[in-house]
């Protein structure tokens, strides 16, 4: 639970809000849990996928790209299970995209807001090797 002082300085809906209770607490640990187990499965057949491709001599010709959505609130600013505020991390998602040797023409980390948008405009670049 945030603290009295910190939920004043949030948005006026916020701070309306009262400290989660025990219930709540354990739900929200649940549904994080059960979240994370579900990811480390996501994580392995990507793993395996990489291997596959690795082994048939293809990672290199390969783009993965990788997303998500905003997900939800889980006890952040005392929001037990919600995702329609304008804090940062209802507002940022991932975005990765790994090209091989054979098709990458920069690599690094862009600090570049990306919009679900820029996924189209991406694959055709990666494609052609055109931003026309």
């Known amino acids: 639970n945030a ?14 809000l009262l400290p989660i209770d025990d219930e709540t607490e354990k739900f929200i640990d649940t549904t994080y849990q059960n979240r994370l187990e579900a ?15 690795e082994e048939l001599g293809e990672l290199d010709n390969t783009i993965i790209m990788y997303t998500s959505d905003h997900g939800f ?9 919600d995702k329609r505020h304008l804090c940062e ?13 054979s098709l990458r023409a920069e690599s690094g980390i862009s600090k570049e807001i990306v919009l679900n948008i820029d996924i189209a405009p ?8 055109s931003r026309d």
């Open 89 to 101: 991390h209802d507002i940022k998602v991932p975005f990765i995209v790994y090209s091989g040797n």
């Open 3 to 16: 603290s009295s002082q910190s939920i004043q300085q949030k948005h006026w809906l916020i701070r309306q």
């Open 73 to 81: 609130q889980l006890g952040q600013h005392r929001l037990s299970v």
């Open 122 to 129: 991406t694959i055709y670049e990666l494609a052609t090797g």
């Open 39 to 53: 990811l480390l499965s996501v994580d392995d057949h990507i793993g395996q996928i990489v291997g596959l491709l």
